[in-house]
T-cell receptor, first 115, second 113 residues
Framework: QQQVKQSPQSLIVQKGGISIINCAYE??????FPWYQQFPGKGPALLIA?????SEKKEGRFTISFNKSAKQFSLHIMDSQPGDSATYFC??????????????FGQGTTLQVKP | KAGVTQTPRYLIKTRGQQVTLSCSPI?????VSWYQQTPGQGLQFLFE???????NKGNFPGRFSGRQFSNSRSEMNVSTLELGDSALYLC????????????FGQGTRLTVV
């Protein structure tokens, strides 16, 4: 129940296209859902995050869509660029003293944007 | 504002040795969490420290330990290293832990031979 399932494992998109990565969870107590971007040899960088009280959040070319009833959330990258080529991780966490500071990560999606 | 700093960036150790990794969080952040990243298991939570106290712990053996100092800097220690401990070790800094924004350092790449 603590898992976050991420798909697809890898994704190839043409420059200018839309990249979509999906995540699903079971634990309804999760109440914070961030996305991270990781380049080779670097640590994950926080991209955008959402809480369950909103269904969508947009920051620049990055949008999170959140479906609470389906227990799913997704990352959309509009106008994908070669510089977006990286590994993307979704994550989830819940409040409470026994869960503090703990993010549950999906397995990651390797995105390649072709010029 | 300086980011999260982890040292060293790379380490090579022999089986049976022990290792200490360091993490300096973003100024003003009091929570530091540690993660292990491997190709097979992905990113897994090790433990979280806040105000020098371990508040949460993942499912790792007791060989993995940590501590936090009064300036919020944190160290993690792995004793009796095994080949399977080879991984990228990441620390994440947040203002007060909980389920709030967390910012990662670049990690320490540990290779056990």
């Amino acid at each position: 129940q603590q898992q976050v399932k991420q798909s697809p494992q890898s994704l190839i998109v043409q420059k200018g296209g839309i990249s979509i990565i999906n995540c699903a969870y079971e634990n309804t107590a999760f109440d914070y859902f961030p996305w991270y971007q990781q380049f080779p040899g670097k640590g994950p960088a926080l991209l955008i995050a959402i809480r369950p009280d909103v269904s969508e959040k947009k920051e620049g070319r990055f949008t999170i869509s959140f479906n609470k009833s389906a227990k799913q959330f997704s990352l959309h990258i509009m106008d994908s660029q070669p510089g977006d080529s990286a590994t993307y991780f979704c994550a989830a966490s819940q409040g409470g003293s026994s869960n503090t500071g703990k993010l549950i990560f999906g397995q990651g999606t390797t995105l390649q944007v072709k010029p | 504002k300086a980011g999260v700093t982890q040292t060293p960036r790379y380490l090579i150790k022999t089986r049976g040795q022990q290792v200490t990794l360091s993490c300096s969080p973003i100024s003003g952040h009091r929570s530091v969490s540690w993660y292990q990243q491997t190709p097979g298991q992905g990113l897994q939570f090790l433990f979280e420290y806040f105000s020098e106290t371990q508040r949460n712990k993942g499912n790792f053996p007791g060989r993995f330990s940590g501590r936090q100092f009064s300036n919020s800097r944190s160290e993690m220690n792995v004793s009796t290293l095994e080949l399977g401990d080879s991984a990228l070790y990441l620390c994440a800094s947040s203002f007060n832990g909980g389920n709030t924004e967390a910012f990662f350092g670049q990690g320490t790449r540990l290779t056990v031979v």
